[in-house]
């Protein structure tokens, strides 16, 4: 049974960094054919894909977020990593990994339960 856990710390002040990890149980990240995901959703929004990280390691990011976000990967831990720099209220938000796979894109086979990180001074 494959199992996600999102783990970093709940509360970031403006203008840091935020860190995230995701540590995989019952699968490999370099499985083939799957990616690794960051998700998030903001209060009262939609779900929004912040980028993956695939079982190559190669690493795709949002639009909107390629600036500040920064994807990657442990493989001797089996776990991946989200890092987003400048940090504003707007990032507020519950964060989510999850793992699809080629073919079927976004259609997430397994999720972590989310963690919730609040932006204050």
């Known amino acids: 049974q494959v199992q996600l856990r999102e783990s970093g710390p709940g509360l970031v002040k403006p ?5 995230l990890t995701c540590a995989v149980s019952g699968d490999s ?7 690794w995901s960051w998700i998030r959703q903001l209060p009262g929004k939609a ?38 720099s400048s940090v504003t209220r707007d990032d507020a938000a519950v ?3 999850g793992r699809d796979r080629a073919g079927v894109r976004y259609t997430y086979e397994n999720w972590g339960g989310g963690t919730q990180v609040t932006v204050t001074s």
């Open 15 to 19: 203008s840091q960094t935020l860190s």
């Open 29 to 35: 990240v370099t499985t083939k054919y799957y990616y």
């Open 47 to 84: 779900l929004e894909w912040i980028g993956d990280i695939n079982y190559n390691g190669d690493v795709y990011y949002s639009p909107s977020l390629r600036s500040r976000a920064s994807i990657s990967r442990d493989t001797t831990k089996n776990q991946f990593t989200l890092q987003l």
């Open 95 to 97: 964060y989510y990994c």
